[in-house]
């Protein structure tokens, strides 16, 4: 168990709609990362935040968004979906930024 | 669930063999070198890391080697068990920067008793 908490656990929608996916960091950590894995394109790194503010962005759409709360929790919110979208999206934390990654189980997002 | 499902190249070995799993990487500019290990329906879990300015480090049955000439990282892992069956990653960061993880595209090592 890495610490790292991921809800939910299993996500099921349709095209069109709208997600929030939620990753509660390692204790003491202050960095979240997001990562999306999916069949043809691995595991792709998402965004980054850092004690609340945004620190680096990789291949997130814009129809993609985070945040991360004063109690350091994140969010991963995904609008309009699409088929594509499908695919398993990791938290990680790490007590600052650059530090060892901790991934958290993932949320398996099917969109039908 | 299969937790990768990924098209992945497998290694197949028989407990107690050593394996050896390969990755290529094509940032030189990378700081630091990664190994993952991730098992059905779970994430990535760190399994050793080396700086750039290293060709070799050991760890408990893992050993990874670095070979910057070539840009190629192994892990070998000893006395392989059927508990070391999962997807292995390579991963690659700057110090500088990004500090995201850039990851390779995964050995799906199968251990046959």
């Known amino acids: 168990d890495s610490g790292v908490t991921q809800t939910p656990k299993h996500l099921i929608t349709a095209t069109g709609q709208r997600v929030t996916l939620r990753c509660s960091p390692r204790?003491?950590?202050?960095?979240v990362y997001w990562y999306q894995q999916s069949l043809d394109q691995g595991l792709q790194f998402l965004i980054q935040y850092y004690n609340g503010e945004e620190r680096a962005k990789g291949n997130i759409l814009e129809r993609f968004s985070a945040q991360q709360f004063p109690d350091l929790h994140s969010e991963l919110n995904l609008s309009s979906l699409e088929l594509g979208d499908s695919a398993l999206y990791f938290c990680?934390?790490?007590?600052?930024?650059?530090?060892?990654?901790?991934f958290g189980p993932g949320t398996r997002l099917t969109v039908t | 669930g299969e937790s990768v499902g990924l098209h992945l190249p497998t290694l197949s070995v028989q407990e107690g063999d050593n394996s050896i799993i390969n990755c290529a990487y094509s940032n030189s500019a990378s700081d630091y070198f990664i190994w993952y290990k991730q098992e059905s329906g779970k994430g990535p879990q760190f399994i050793i890391d080396i700086r750039s300015n290293m060709d070799k480090r050991q760890g408990q049955r893992v050993t990874v080697l670095l070979n910057k000439t070539v840009k190629h990282l192994s892990l070998q892992i000893a006395a392989t068990q059927p508990g070391d069956s999962a997807v292995y990653f390579c991963?690659?960061?700057?110090?500088?920067?990004?500090?995201?993880?850039?990851f390779g595209s995964g050995t799906r090592l199968q251990v046959q008793p």
């Open positions: 204790s003491g950590d202050l960095s």
């Open positions: 991963a690659e960061k700057r110090y500088t920067g990004r500090r995201a993880l850039t």
């Open positions: 990680a934390s790490s007590v600052a930024t650059g530090g060892e990654q901790y």
